[in-house]
């Protein structure tokens, strides 16, 4: 391949991935403004990550009506007024599965770690902390599957960010404090946790 191939490779790319995001972008925007449902956000934003041709990125957008998004003052906000401290990441969504696992040991995940809307958590005879305090969110749920056998699972969420807790406790424990916001309707985005303790425990604290 010559230079000349090897630079105009290089602007295509970079063409690629600037076209890539602002579908993103878009898309978001739509979703925002309540034109698609989640449903429809999450299978167009897989979609646009797995893009290879601008025609593929165009397809998924073209049928969009024109919004603007929405003002700090906005009528529609995330529950209770909570504002993502990192920011909101579209690229997120539908990106590979995240999953941890912990035998017999400590397993903490602080910082900006989060890759994915979708985590998977294995527990068994230890403790996993799963800290979404410093984290940039996806539009929409991040999906976090905790599955603890005679161990502990605790989720530290900032304060404000809405969760919906449905995991099975069977000779165990599955509890949200009370600082916890649980009320998700008209949210932006939230944390949905299934899964399942056994003999062991999955809890849920806000804070700041």
């Known amino acids: 391949m010559t230079a000349y191939q090897n630079e105009s490779r290089g602007y295509h790319d970079g063409g690629m991935e600037s076209v890539r995001q602002q579908t993103i972008d878009r898309l978001t925007a739509a979703f925002a403004a309540d034109a698609i449902t989640m449903d429809e956000y999450e299978r167009r934003a897989t979609a646009a990550n797995a893009a290879t041709s601008l025609d593929q990125l165009e397809s998924l957008s073209f049928d969009l009506p024109a919004v603007q998004r929405p003002k700090p003052d906005g009528s529609r906000k995330p529950a209770s007024g909570y504002n993502s401290k990192n920011g909101i990441n579209a690229s997120l969504v539908g990106s590979t599965p995240l999953t941890t696992g912990c035998v017999m040991g400590d397993r903490n995940l602080t910082g900006n770690w989060l890759s994915s809307d979708r985590v998977s958590s ?3 005879m230890g403790s996993t902390k799963l800290d979404l305090r410093d984290v940039d969110l996806p539009p929409g749920p991040v999906h976090i599957e905790a599955f603890t056998l005679m161990g502990e699972t605790k989720i530290v ?7 919906r807790l449905n995991v099975f406790a069977f000779m165990g424990e599955s509890q949200a404090g009370r600082d916890v916001n649980q009320q998700i309707n008209g949210a932006t985005t939230w944390v949905e946790i299934s899964g399942f303790a056994m003999m062991g425990s999955v809890t849920v604290r806000a804070m700041d």
Do not use: A, C, D, I
């Open 122 to 124: 294995f527990t068994v």
């Open 157 to 163: 969420v900032p304060r404000g960010l809405p969760v």
